[in-house]
């Protein structure tokens, strides 16, 4: 057991690394992929087939627990690790992208951003300060610094005032944290795509000091190329010792791409989104399970997946159950593409461990077919 949180670097291969960031609540292997637990469930998965998948971590979003039941109602019943039944580390973000994407009625300042929630048009302010205190009654392992998420795209000038006052909440994050044993607080880097403007983002997080340091800005439509272009040089100027963590990130191949770039972490909701919109990730490309030509079709999704969805079910029964909107169907798919990025996860795990992730990368890409399968 391990009273702060410590990561240790096991072996790179180019760019890639795999390493674990020892907690008080356990290891995370890395490079890792964090479910997203939104409302405090990982959406059609009980906690234990989350962990069965072989996440180690999951994320909770504090936009959506500040409003519903609140922070405090979650502190007053044993924080949400007890609260969700998840025992292994949560990753909370800060809030702010959300209160972007979700919320009606903004203001934002200095201060920080005042807005209507989107479920019941109350009032909420959030703020460095709160969002800090939220996340802290959440009693989460890993929180975020509130932040602004520049929109893309950004005139350079707008990006770097964006950029600046992140900073700025960066430096009220971490005197709001103060000195938390055996919780990280990360930093997230700014700049859009702008070479320089990512470079000071860098600096000025790496003054303040943090425990982790996450590339933000991204998949915020920007597109794979542009993405990569920014992953080539900006997880090079986050302090190397430190787990490096792209926000929002991805499908399969943007993941392979990211970990090649030096990323150790990243989250999505495309694994489970789709897993109820009946899009499937296999290692051979993705299946829409409610193409017709799915209907008669005895085989699994993936002769070689393991997970209850392959084992035991075949296409033309997630087909039908799809197609007859049952539950089940949310639950397998859900739970067969947890698996599968896990899986690719431990994949590039071993690759970089054994030296042979460029291998791994040619033989990903050869095997998956370009469009539905
Ligand atoms: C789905 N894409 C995506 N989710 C994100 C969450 C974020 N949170 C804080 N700050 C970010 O810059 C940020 C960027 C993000 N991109
Ligand atoms: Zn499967």
């Known amino acids: 057991m391990t009273a702060r949180i410590e990561f240790r670097l096991n072996a790179t291969d180019g760019k890639a690394r795999t390493g674990v960031i020892a907690t008080p609540r356990g290891d995370i292997r890395t490079p890792a992929f964090m479910p997203v637990g939104t409302a405090a469930t990982v959406k059609a998965m009980l906690p234990e087939s989350v962990a069965a998948t072989g996440a180690d971590i999951l994320l909770g979003n504090t936009y959506h627990l500040m409003l519903r039941p609140t922070a405090e109602r979650i502190d007053a019943l044993g924080g949400l690790h007890k609260f969700m039944n998840w025992q292994k580390p949560i990753l909370t973000d800060s809030g702010g992208f959300q209160v972007m994407s979700l919320s009606g009625l903004r203001k934002m300042n200095e201060e920080g951003v005042t807005f209507k929630s989107h479920i019941d048009g109350s009032r909420h302010t959030l703020t460095p300060e709160r969002s800090m205190e939220i996340q802290r009654l959440l009693g989460s392992d890993i929180v975020m610094c509130f932040d602004e998420c520049t929109p893309f795209p950004a005139e350079e000038k707008v990006a770097l005032e964006s950029?600046?006052?992140?900073?700025?909440?960066?430096?009220?994050?971490?005197?709001?944290?103060?000195?938390?044993?055996g919780h990280a607080l990360f930093g997230i880097q700014q700049g859009s795509i702008f070479r320089d403007q990512r470079a000071e983002s860098a600096e000025k997080l790496s003054d303040i000091g943090f425990d982790g340091y996450a590339v933000g800005g991204l998949a915020v439509g920007e597109g794979q190329e542009m993405m990569f272009d920014v992953l080539d040089y900006a997880p090079d100027m986050l302090p190397q010792d430190k787990p490096r963590y792209l926000m929002g990130v991805g499908k399969p191949d943007d993941i392979v791409g990211a970990v090649a770039r030096g990323i150790d972490m990243m989250d999505c909701v495309l694994p489970s989104r789709s897993g109820r919109t009946g899009q499937v990730f296999t290692r051979h490309g993705v299946v829409n399970i409610k193409n017709a030509r799915h209907q008669d079709d005895p085989r699994p999704l993936d002769e070689a997946c393991t997970c209850p969805a392959c084992r035991s079910y075949s296409r033309a029964y997630l087909h039908h159950v799809f197609r007859a909107q049952e539950m089940i169907s949310g639950m397998l798919l859900t739970w067969h593409n947890l698996h599968y990025y896990q899986e690719l996860?431990?994949?590039?795990?071993?690759?970089?461990?054994?030296?042979?992730?460029?291998?791994?990368?040619?033989?990903?890409?050869?095997?998956?077919?370009?469009?539905?399968?």
């Open 163 to 181: 950029m600046r006052m992140s900073m700025r909440w960066a430096q009220r994050s971490r005197d709001a944290f103060g000195d938390r044993p």
């Open 345 to 373: 996860m431990q994949g590039m795990r071993d690759a970089i461990t054994a030296g042979t992730f460029e291998a791994f990368q040619a033989a990903f890409h050869a095997q998956r077919a370009e469009g539905d399968i």
